[in-house]
């Protein structure tokens, strides 16, 4: 009977191995070589010597100089002669009359806030800051207007103290000077 062997079989080597060291310094013989190339390179790039200019070329001298001084004068003025002063034919408007609708120039009367009076603001839309309360049923005078913002159309007004600001209008009701 054939008995088998009992050890393990290998696989067969090659008969020259490689040899890692060999590679490792043809890679660094390749990696100096070029590096000694590429500077050689740069050093002949780096010592040329700069281009030529034309010779017929010059430079050019440009001289600042500062704007003349004006001299002083004396300005004289001769007022042209004025027309007289003439009449006017439109006439003061008579204020302790309500107009018929809130005109500039005019009195209004806050109405129709359920006694809370109307917020005075710094300027034509609900947007703009609160300046103060004009009561209800206290007069205004009405400056200017009328203008359109937001929802309402506003007119400026002077409070008696002095305040200005601005109303919406559909609290206001023509009235006649306080």
């Known amino acids: 009977m054939l008995r088998k062997s009992t050890t393990p079989s290998r696989p067969s080597e090659p008969a020259q191995r490689a040899k890692p060291w060999l590679w490792l310094g043809l890679g660094t013989l390749i990696t100096v070589i070029g590096l000694a190339l590429l500077l050689w390179a740069l050093a002949g790039f780096l010592s040329q010597p700069p281009e030529q200019t034309s010779a017929g070329l010059e ?20 007022a042209p ?40 603001r710094n300027g034509p839309n609900t947007s703009n800051a609160p300046i103060t309360v004009a009561g209800e049923n206290s007069t205004v005078l009405v400056i200017e207007g009328p203008t359109p913002g937001g929802s309402y159309q506003w007119w ?3 409070l008696p103290d002095g305040t200005e600001g601005w109303v919406a209008g559909d609290f206001l009701a023509p009235a006649a000077a306080p």
């Open 156 to 158: 400026r007004v002077r």
């Open 59 to 78: 430079s050019t001298i440009i001289r600042l100089t500062a704007p003349p001084v004006p001299s002083a004068t004396v300005a004289v003025f001769v």
């Open 81 to 120: 002669p004025t027309a007289a002063p003439t009449a006017t034919s439109q006439p003061t408007p008579d204020l302790s009359v309500a107009p018929s609708q809130v005109t500039a120039g005019y009195y209004a009367s806050v109405v129709e806030t359920d006694g809370v009076g109307v917020t005075v």
